[in-house]
Nanobody, 121 residues
Framework: QVQLVESGGGLVQAGGSLRLSCAAS?????MGWFRQAAGKEREFVAS????????YYADSVKGRFTISRDNAKNTVYLQMNNLKPEDTAAYYC?????????????????WGQGTQVTVSS
């Protein structure tokens, strides 16, 4: 059964840090993170290739967020530093995109249930 389970969300003050984890029940060559704020569309945050050699980030998080993975644990991480109130959203783990650089939600096959991140000002 294909499962992606996110954890690590919570409430943090602006300028703080959080690390999200996504445990997968299978191995996927590419994995990613998306987020969806209330009333907005789901948007791409970051993605990573199997060996971590290729990573992609949304402009809004470059320099603040880092995606990484541990293939022995089938787990992908999102380290979020210098968080801002506009980072508040439900964060979703995704796997198995149609193309390497896929940034549209419809291009990703598997999804987790999401974890909420709230950044207070």
């Amino acid at each position: 059964q294909v499962q992606l389970v996110e954890s690590g969300g919570g409430l943090v003050q602006a300028g703080g840090s959080l690390r999200l984890s996504c445990a997968a029940s299978f191995s996927s060559r590419f994995m990613g993170w998306f987020r969806q704020a209330a009333g907005k569309e789901r948007e791409f945050v970051a993605s990573i290739s199997w060996n971590g050699g290729s990573t992609y980030y949304a402009d809004s998080v470059k320099g603040r967020f880092t995606i990484s993975r541990d293939n022995a644990k089938n787990t992908v991480y999102l380290q979020m530093n210098n968080l801002k109130p506009e980072d508040t959203a439900a964060y979703y783990c995704a796997a198995d995109p149609s193309i390497i650089t896929a940034q549209g939600p419809s291009q990703w096959r598997y999804w987790g249930q999401g974890t909420q991140v709230t950044v207070s000002s």
